[in-house]
């Protein structure tokens, strides 16, 4: 396909896959995806894409952050805490000596600060303890945005909600919709959905996260050999899963019948772990049930 003009220190796919960057030397360069030309360059010590792949933001030292879009600079701004690291997402986060702020991606507002040193940041927060999941709330920040009451200067103190705390090392991870995959320090590979933290598979190992592809139910991983390895993973079953940690148990009525046979044991042990509370018509109850009715017309080769 052809050459990098820089030794890459790291390399990202843009979030829709057209685009690719790589990063080294104090300088980047993005090129295309599938023909490797040289869409846009310049220099920085660091590079993350947004959730919009039109947008993109650099690190320059320590102190000097710019915002671009659609390959042209929008907007440079210096964090007052000073810039030791940076994190894309739907929020662009600024790392510092003193914690990690996040800022929106249209005017660099400071969005909340938070007194936390992450080594990894994405919809999750990770240190070197645990890992946090947080979920932004783009509603309460656009009222305290408006009314300016709820300002403050650590910015809006109700811009996230903490989900949960895992006391667990995170190496790499990815989001398949609401639940976070990820491996750990132990080498496990693991994915967190609802509260719950359910295991993959035990690596003998450091393996690195490479993706999960829909259409494959596949969960790719690769090794600093360049071994790659897959597991399978059905995206119904973390599409039902999710769907009852949301309590939305009509989305979960309909995406069972998709769950092969053989997975259903490992949904109805979830299911089992799940709390409910006494009562005669309990939802727990009536899916668990529901399995138990689809075993048995299997079975017995019925409609």
């Given at each position: ?5 820089i030794?890459?220190?790291?390399i990202?796919h843009?979030?829709?896959g ?22 846009s360059f310049g ?22 952050v ?24 739907f ?28 080594k ?44 949960g ?55 790719y ?37 998709t ?45």
């Open positions: 396909m052809g050459s990098c003009e030794y890459p220190q790291t990202q843009s979030p829709n057209r685009f690719v960057v790589v990063c080294g030397d104090g300088e980047y360069i993005i090129y295309t995806a599938m023909a490797l030309r040289n869409k220099s920085a010590l660091e590079f993350i894409w947004a959730h919009d792949s039109s947008q993109y933001a650099t690190r320059e030292g320590s102190s000097m710019k915002i671009f879009k659609n390959f042209k600079e929008k907007k440079t701004f210096k964090p007052d805490s000073g810039a030791e690291g940076i994190f894309g997402g929020l662009l986060g600024v790392r510092s000596n003193s914690g990690l702020a996040f800022y929106d991606w249209e005017n660099a507002e400071l969005i909340r600060r938070i007194e936390i040193q992450p990894y940041v994405t919809g999750v927060i990770a240190t070197d303890q645990s890992f946090f999941v947080l979920r932004y709330l783009p509603e309460q920040v656009a009222a305290a945005q408006e009314s300016k009451a709820e300002m403050t200067e650590d910015g809006i103190e109700d811009a996230f909600e903490v989900l705390e895992v006391q667990e090392v995170v190496k790499t991870g990815v989001w398949v919709g609401d639940c976070f995959i990820y491996t750990s320090s132990v080498n496990r590979l693991n994915y967190y959905v609802g509260g719950e933290i359910i295991t993959i598979a035990h690596m003998d190992r450091t393996m690195y996260l490479l993706g999960y592809i829909p259409k494959d139910d596949r969960l991983l690769g090794d600093k050999e360049l071994n790659i390895i897959s597991y399978s993973l059905l995206l119904s079953v973390l599409e039902y899963q999710t769907a009852v940690m949301r309590k939305d148990f009509s989305t979960a009525d309909k995406v069972l019948p769950i092969p046979k053989e997975q259903r044991t490992r949904v109805a042990l979830f299911l089992e772990k799940q709390v409910c509370v006494p009562s005669d018509i309990c939802p727990w109850k009536s899916t668990m049930l529901l399995f138990f009715l689809l075993e048995l017309t299997t079975d017995s080769g019925s409609g």
